[in-house]
């Protein structure tokens, strides 16, 4: 499977700003879901590449144009901001092996094995059983927290699912370093969440409608911290065989992390408590769904100036003392939370260089939602 997640055009996000407001929740509220915010139900791997470098590419191949005299706005040229994203709901060996499903049989195919299992099966092999298996409970309440990490949840029965979303493996024991590993080697990851699954053993249809279970280790990457409150996948059906989950934990590194430094700014500073609330400087905000990502602010800073810089100089009436357009020199990019769920990026711009030290703020209760912020950081333009 292949599908791509095309952000609204930078122009149009300029154009449109609203009146600047340090946190407007009509923006995220607004805002259209990534295409996944869990991995699918059969996947036994799934990966989500996310390529910042291009919008950066196309955001300052639009602001050397303009350096170089070649000035013409393409509405569409800085249109992308590249989550591609590509998955598969399958692992193969390297060479296909007779009589595996990678070599001969589809798993997607009525009846076929399906992939991984390496877990034990309760007996009975009932849901029932499955959920009450000590096993299950011993593993995540036992597991080790790997370095640099924090636990956040233990030994629930539901996975994450949330606009973060960056892929699943799936491991050959309940393997908290392993997948740690994976979110370390992964772009944007700051959180994982390892649980067991119910899945079936043959791919249910018609000739098979009940068949026997498999236990999967399954370990879900997010660009985001991940809260029990996101923890609200309790399993599906398929045909009439049910998928449940159990001994699920959370575990994250959003304190422990500083995003990558995007290019043209300094590197991030992480502010002490929450978001930057400084109107009085603030040019423009914007929310863009999906992982943490501070690239994807410094591209909107980036295209804001190059924006405003056009739009001042066609009409150069204004006085020689007057700042002859407005240009963003810093930013403050966050994670925004919704009732404990990771939203995505959120982005404020200032005129001025804003010390870190000032962001302070949590929205908290608006609308009947409660509102975080997690990951805050203050980058400059250089
Ligand atoms: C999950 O656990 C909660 C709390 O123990 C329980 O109320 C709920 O029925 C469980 N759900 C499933 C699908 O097991
Ligand atoms: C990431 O880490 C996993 C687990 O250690 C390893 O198997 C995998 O090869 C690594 N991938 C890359 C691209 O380094
Ligand atoms: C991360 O830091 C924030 C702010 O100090 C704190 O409220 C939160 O509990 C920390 N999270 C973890 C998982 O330690």
Known sequence: MRYSLAFTAFAGLVAAAPSPQV???????????????????????????VSPAEASSAASAAVTAVQTGVAKMKRGAASSTGTATTSSTSSCPTTPEAGTYCGFINPEDACAKQPDGYGPVPTPDTVAAFQSYPEWAKDALSAKTPSG????????????????????????????????????????????????????????????????????????????????????????????????IAGSDGYEKTNTTVPATPPGCSKPTKCPGGAVNNPSSCIGTQFFPGPFNVALCADYAKFTNLYNRMHSSSSSSFSSRRKPYPQCRSFNAYMIKRDGKAQGTYCSLFEDVVDAAVGRYQPGWMSRHFWGVESSCVVSLL
């Open 23 to 49: 946190f407007d929740f009509n923006l995220i509220q607004d805002a259209p879901s990534p295409t996944a915010t869990a991995p699918p139900l059969t996947a036994v791997s799934d990966m989500i590449t």
């Open 149 to 244: 990490y924090a636990q956040t949840f233990k030994n629930l029965n539901a996975s994450v699912s949330a606009n973060s979303y960056l892929g699943l493996i799936t491991l050959h024991s309940y393997d908290t370093l392993g997948c740690s590993q994976w979110c370390d080697n992964t772009t944007l990851c700051t959180g994982f969440n390892i649980y067991v699954e119910r899945d079936p053993a043959l791919n249910p249809s018609d000739n098979c409608p009940l068949p026997a279970s498999i236990s999967n280790y399954k370990c879900t990457l997010w660009g985001s911290g991940v809260e029990a409150s996101a923890a609200t996948n309790f399993g599906d059906y398929r045909g009439q065989f049910q998928v449940v």
